[in-house]
């Protein structure tokens, strides 16, 4: 498809504009804790990342609680999130978020109000309201208007560069000769290919779903163990959690790859071969890897430690329940 449009053209050489990007900014305060939210680029298009920060700071002796992940951003696509906390020389604790979201359509969006609580432990203060837990400070909405790929007046109507074509003068040569030697081909492959998929399946099946599982942990346990940096982390939780799955659809038949976390879990629950035990095992796990792709969060050595035990000792109790049934 050619752009014949002079103006459409136009539009979309001027969509990486070299003018500087400007950005929202919307300051709330209440009492000791000051939060500001900024949004930048002021005016993207669809398809542009919009970049949204809420920077909290609070007075010394005051506890800051940010909003959960992803609180109120439904409506986007949460792209990436990155969250950080420090105490600045004077005492101050400053708190920050910051998301990359993708809009999902053109028009006016809007950041909904973002909720950070504190509690004042200051001497003399009230740590909180009568009867609740913490203070609220409630950021104001920001609007926002995405624009679309095509101007206003450009035409929405596609038009062949020529006209319909006349038929044709000289017929080509006939195709049902080529249809037939190919569905002969296939027919004639046909048996060599599947003796060969049995072949391979019968081997497949002499490794039971435990020797498989304890070979993959193996192999991931003799790689370097993941240190504070947070991608190498969070390929290692990938593949533990992915040998976790894959041994519980050979082993029990559940179809736990193509579930997510919380699908699986509730299945789990159905399965009268996990015992509770099990169940929660694999709930804590699995919450974990969560934890760290979803959450960029980054767990002490300890707790790594603890999450290949847990693993090892599932394969363990439940291959002696896989040998007493055999």
Same mark, same amino acid.
């Given at each position: 498809m050619r752009v014949r449009s002079p103006a459409l053209l136009c539009a979309l050489l001027c969509l990486s504009g070299c003018g500087p990007a400007h950005a929202l900014e919307q300051k709330s305060e209440r009492g000791p804790v000051t939060a500001t939210v900024t949004v930048e680029p002021d005016a993207p298009v669809i398809g542009d990342a919009i970049r949204l920060e809420l920077r909290v700071r609070a007075e010394p002796g005051v506890e800051l609680l940010m909003p959960a992940f992803g609180e109120a951003l439904d409506r986007f696509a949460i792209v990436d999130f990155v969250p950080r906390e420090s105490v600045d020389a004077d005492g101050h604790t400053v708190a920050s978020q910051r998301y990359t979201l993708q809009p999902s359509r053109s028009?006016?969006?809007?950041?909904?109000?973002? @909720?950070?609580?504190?509690? +004042? *432990?200051?001497p003399g203060r009230e740590?909180?309201?009568?009867?609740?837990?913490?203070?609220?400070l409630l950021t104001e909405r920001i609007e926002i208007e995405v624009g679309s790929v095509l101007p206003a007046d450009a035409p929405l109507d596609l038009r062949p560069a020529k006209s319909a074509l006349g038929p044709r003068t000289t017929p080509g040569p006939p195709l049902w000769p080529f249809a037939l030697g190919l569905v002969a081909l296939l027919a004639a492959a046909a048996p060599f290919a599947i003796r060969a998929w049995l072949d391979s399946r019968a081997r497949a099946l002499q490794r039971s779903a435990y020797q498989i599982a304890a070979a993959e942990l193996d192999a991931l346990l003799?790689? @370097?163990?993941?240190?504070? +940096? *947070?991608?190498?982390?969070?390929?290692?939780?990938?593949?533990?959690?992915?040998i976790v799955r894959r041994y519980v659809e050979n082993r029990f038949a559940l179809r736990s790859p193509e579930l997510t976390t919380e699908e699986f879990l509730d299945l789990m629950m159905t399965s009268p071969d996990l015992r509770v035990a099990h169940q929660r095992l694999l709930r804590d796990l699995l919450s974990r890897a969560d934890l760290v792709k979803f959450a960029r969060f980054v767990p002490e050595a300890s707790a790594v430690d603890e999450s290949v035990a847990s693993v090892r000792v599932f394969l363990d109790d439940t291959r002696a329940v896989e040998l007493a049934h055999g």
């Open positions: 028009g006016t969006l809007a950041i909904p109000p973002l @909720a950070v609580e504190f509690v +004042d *432990r200051r740590p909180a309201p009568a009867g609740l837990d913490a203070w609220e003799a790689s @370097a163990r993941p240190g504070a +940096d *947070r991608e190498q982390m969070d390929r290692f939780f990938v593949q533990l959690s992915g």
